[in-house]
Every structure is written in structure tokens, then in C-alpha cells.
């Protein structure tokens, strides 16, 4: 099982040798491809052969670029994730809307359930037992929007009444960062499970390549607000984004099982995936952190 995420910060070259990525700087280092599951580009001074890029495609490692500010900019998608792509693809077409509405009214209850459980870790009982509310509230695809409550009420607690997502400031600057982590490590899923990212079952914004992603990920969100509360970030630097893109090392609880949040995110995905096929919500399996 692939569980390594390699950064490459600084001046190098990679290329392919043996079934391994070689990394050339000052000093050459192997790492085999069975061990990767993402490899973070994060400067632009890396020179990629396309021997390498077109092996890690054919074994589904992510592979994440960053811009000269060292923020993540774009990604490889493989065209072909699945063996059996065009059949997923069909199927992804054919989901039926009532079983997408209830798909994503589970997804986002969790998500509110997560934060929940945050602010009560924190010892915010008050922001917590309100929230509480918002998930007794909660209606069929969110049509009363608690999702919105929740958030304006959970992002005060972590981080103030003055914060707002939309300031330009370290915190978001760090949130921003480990989402795209997180979203990154979805899409590889979808791709990998042979679906579209671009068609979600909620999000359906025509500008955005990674609807699905946006849809999926929203209860793992919760664990890069964990990290960041605990990081409190007066300036965000190389240490802070390590800190960030470690998250995928940690661990959850799964199918009653300890996992890795890299294979927390694969098992979470197909059990979507099987609720949306077979129109059974119940195989939704969400992750913890009561490990």
C-alpha cells in the first residue's frame, strides 16, 4: 500500500530508474514508486522527465506543482484512472437525483458533525451545543442552508468574531493550503475509481475541474481546521505547509480500524461510490477520531 508524500523543495531533478523516482541534488536519493502516493512539486527550479510522469500516472500517484509563491497551482489527472472508465462514466451519468440529494444530505450532516466534535474537543460547549441544533435542523439536501449557519458559528469559535474566510491572512492562507492538499488526494481517488471530477453530486460550478472533490471532501475539511488551530500560524512558510501536507500521514478510524487518512480517503470514496450505484446511503462509511 503506497503511503509516502515526497516534497521536493529545493533545486533537483527527477527522473525514473528501476521502478524508483530519483531525486538528484546535492545527493541522490532513490525511493521506490510502490511507496508514494504524492509527490508535491513545491519548486520551480525541479526539472521532470516524462519518463517519470508517465509512470507515476500509470500508478496512480498524485503528482501536485506549485507556483514561484510555493502554493499549490495545478496537478496531473490521468486520463485513465480505471480499467473500466467508460463504464464508470456511464453509471456516474445515470445516478439518479434523489439518491444524490440523500448521498450529499449525509455528507454534509457529517460535516457539521465534525465541526461539532472540534469545538467540543476545544472546550467550546456553547458553540458546540448550538451547532448540535443546526444538525437536529438539518433538512433533505440542506435546503435550509445549516451548512452556512454552522460555518459562520464554527469559524468565529476557532478563530474569533473578526475572522472571516474571505481576509488576507495567515490563517486563510493556511486553510487554503491544506484544503488543496486534501482536494488533491480526492481527485485522485475519483480519477483512480474511474469517475469524472468535473460532474459532482452537489457542486456544479461550470469553472470548476473538480466538482466531485469539492463535494467528497467536505468532512475531512475538519482535519485541516484541527491542525491549524493547534499551528495558530503568525507566518506561513515551508515548516507551516509540511506541518499541513502531514495530515495525509496521520491516522483515523475507519471501519472500526485504524488507517492512514490516505487510505481513510480511498475507503470513504468507494463506500460513496457503492451508495451512489446501488442507492443505499447506508454504505456511506465516515472516518473518526476517537482512535
Request: charge should be negative; include cysteine; glycine fraction near 4%.
Amino acid at each position: 500500500m503506497s503511503w509516502r508524500t515526497v516534497v521536493i523543495s529545493n533545486s533537483a531533478k527527477l527522473d525514473l530508474q528501476l521502478g524508483c523516482m530519483v531525486v538528484r541534488n546535492d545527493v541522490t536519493t532513490k525511493i521506490h514508486l510502490n511507496e508514494i502516493s504524492t509527490v508535491i512539486v513545491e519548486s520551480t527550479a525541479v526539472s521532470v522527465t516524462v519518463s517519470l510522469l508517465s509512470e507515476l500516472m500509470k500508478r496512480k500517484i498524485k503528482v501536485i506543482f506549485c507556483d514561484e509563491k510555493r502554493n499549490p497551482s495545478s496537478e496531473l489527472v490521468s486520463y485513465y484512472g480505471s480499467h473500466d472508465t467508460s463504464s464508470k462514466i456511464r453509471q456516474q451519468m445515470r445516478w439518479k437525483k434523489h439518491i444524490k440529494d440523500a448521498v450529499w444530505t449525509e455528507i454534509v450532516t457529517e460535516k457539521i458533525r465534525q465541526q461539532k466534535n472540534l469545538l467540543s474537543e476545544l472546550g467550546k460547549e456553547e458553540e458546540s451545543e448550538l451547532i448540535s441544533s443546526y444538525i437536529r435542523d438539518i433538512k433533505f439536501r440542506d435546503e435550509t442552508n445549516r451548512e452556512g449557519h454552522s460555518a459562520k458559528v464554527y469559524f468565529n469559535a476557532l478563530f474569533g468574531m473578526d475572522f472571516a474566510r474571505t481576509l488576507d491572512n495567515h490563517i486563510n492562507a493556511a486553510l487554503n493550503y491544506g484544503y488543496s492538499i486534501i482536494l488533491s488526494s480526492f481527485n485522485r481517488e475519483i480519477t483512480a475509481n474511474g469517475y469524472l471530477t468535473q460532474i459532482g453530486i452537489f457542486h456544479d460550478n461550470i469553472f470548476n475541474p473538480f466538482n466531485m472533490g469539492s463535494d467528497l471532501m467536505e468532512p475531512f475539511r475538519i482535519l485541516v481546521d484541527r491542525e491549524v488551530v493547534h499551528m495558530q500560524p503568525t507566518q506561513f512558510e515551508h515548516e507551516e505547509k509540511m506541518q499541513l501536507v502531514n495530515i495525509l500521514n496521520g491516522e483515523v478510524m475507519i471501519e472500526g480500524h485504524k488507517s492512514y487518512v490516505n487510505n481513510a480517503i480511498k475507503i470513504y470514496c468507494k463506500s460513496v461510490f457503492d451508495a451512489l450505484n446501488n442507492e443505499d446511503i447506508s454504505e456511506i462509511r465516515f472516518y473518526s477520531n476517537e482512535l
